[in-house]
């Protein structure tokens, strides 16, 4: 679960198949008086948005049902939870949650009109939080699909150990002692440290070195990996290997802080514009 901040009212997020689903019942914060989601729902234009939703990305929905339910509204008797309208309609555009994350969620597209409702005001501001949200998001899906990357290429690497650095009946004991000093080749070639060495440098400090690198720093962590993996191929010592991945450290490193350079030079006066 996440939770954006718009007009003061804290707004909760989860994902339901994927999707990301508001709480308009938090929403509900932001708006004078007493109102409830039964009253936004008996509305006929709510209604018949809902039902066009559902029409393109629901092909389970109870058609039927959903007529006489639209039949009613308006009128001043007429009232559903949305509790009852999901039973009956099998929509899947709202939902209705119990316990820690109770209340009512409803689809980002559907709670972008609900803001409305509450005010113009309002869902421009949602629009924009989600979309602040969505961006950070992302950002951090970059960085996770860059570590993973790392761990699948350290697996590369760890595989061309076992094949070509571990004699013939080695003590298995000994095979954890070789990968940590070839994993340590690497992090001496990208950080500077061993793992050891930056444990005792930051004993606060949860994971390992690699947990607080930079996405540069782990793209140019796993081109060294499968390099590695390749010298360790081509029979090279390991001192030999720890100069050559070294020196391709700090030009890969370079590389990357030029390009990085380059593109705040490119979006600056963008920036500058949208401050102003």
Known sequence: MAKILVKDS??????IEGEDYICISDMLKAKDGEFFVKDWLRNRNTLEFIGLWERFNNPNFNWGEFALIKNQAGLNRFRISVKDFVEKTGSISLQAKKGRYGGTYAHKDIAFEFGMWISPEFKFYLIREFQRFKEEENKLIGWSAKRELAKINYQIHTDAIKQNLIPPEINPNKIPFIYANEADVLNVAMFGMTAQEWRSKNPEKKGNIRDYA?????????????L???FINDGLSQSERLIRLNQIAISQMKILTEQAKRSLLVSS????????
Not at 10 to 15: C, F, H, N, P, T
Not at 269 to 276: G, H, I, S
């Open 10 to 15: 804290e707004i909760r997020i989860i994902k």
């Open 269 to 276: 006066p963008d920036e500058k514009n949208e401050k102003n």
């Open 214 to 226: 930079t996405i540069n720093e782990l793209i140019c962590l796993s081109n060294l990996e499968n």
């Open 228 to 230: 590695n993996a390749v």
